[in-house]
């Protein structure tokens, strides 16, 4: 196993954190389990959708880390209308997890990229399966206008209703490199407009990028706490074969985060981040076969598991920095 340094961990004394339970930071699962009464499965499919910054309309190629084909599920096949691809999805999902609710996942490039009355039929598909409470909605901040909001902000009146808002970095200058195609104004536009129409916002972002100090991405901690996301999902940057960034670390590597280092960042990132943002995701993960940097030879669960000992550990916890500075 591929870790750097072992982290000891001494049995903390137990507390109640302001969001009513014992875990350091503000959990999305928790959120679930008290709004739903469970888990909420996601059933991943894939509308065939591309992105601005792949068809030309902003850019071509996409964004330099992105190898969609790194998270296809099992259960969807070529050819498999979204109808389809929901009932083999619970299928699948009831058996493997024993899941009784579900919500489905447009998680592909940017499932907003086009005309509201194809996003209409497509959606329609996915909230027809009885044991389906909702969508969640995985797009670019670029994608969305206020005709596909009001549509959404209907939806929501029945349905749960997320929309995940890639971000990356607050860092213009980073953005560009990635080739987002869009810039930090546009993903804060996007999300003020979202706000207040019981739609669920949740915000992505990525810390390793390329040329990014440690101060800089702090500071994207504070700066989207300043705006009404609801949750956040965090990565670390892995390197995926068969992306434009693999190929520049193998002409060029750079550096990338050592297991403890990574962890350390983390925590210090949550601490800064508003209290009352849940947080889905601690760390990305991608197969084995499809990575190829950092390797620290654990799975994403084991390192949320660890970051969250640390946490209690250290005696620290979300929001207790938010408003410090990066140091």
Known sequence: MMIDNVLQVAKPKARVFPWGTSRPYNAYKDYLKSRFGGRLQKVSVDA?????????SKAFGG??????????????????SIAQ????????????????????????????????????????????????????????????DPAKLAYFEELAKKYYISLEYGLESIHDATLERINRGHD???????????????????????????????????????????????????????IVKKTVLAAEYQRQPFLVF???????????????????????????????????????????STVQRHIEEEMLRRGVWQGEKAGAGAG
């Open 85 to 144: 691809q929901v009932e083999a999805g619970v299928e699948y999902l009831s058996r493997r997890y024993k899941a009784e609710k579900f919500v489905v996942y447009f998680q592909a490039y940017s499932n907003t990229y086009a005309p509201l009355e194809y996003l209409q039929g497509i959606y329609a598909q996915a909230l027809a399966h009885p044991r389906v409470l909702g969508l969640v909605i995985g797009t670019r901040p670029d994608c969305v």
């Open 184 to 238: 930090f104004r546009e993903w804060a536009e996007a999300v003020e407009m979202t706000a207040g129409r019981g739609i669920h916002v949740c915000a992505h972002v990525i810390l390793g990028l390329p040329g990014e100090t440690r101060e800089q991405m702090l500071q994207t901690a504070q700066v989207i706490s300043r705006y009404p996301i609801d949750s956040l999902k965090i990565h670390h940057l892995h």
């Open 63 to 80: 964004c330099t880390y992105c190898n969609n084909a790194s998270f296809v599920p099992p259960y969807c096949k070529p050819g498999m």
């Open 48 to 56: 065939g959708f591309t992105c601005p910054n792949r068809d030309g």
């Open 258 to 300: 050592g297991y403890s280092e990574y962890i350390s960042l983390v925590i210090e990132f949550i601490r800064r981040l508003r209290p009352d943002i849940y947080l889905q995701r601690l760390v990305g993960e991608t197969h084995p076969r499809n990575l190829v940097a950092p390797v620290w030879g654990v799975r994403a």
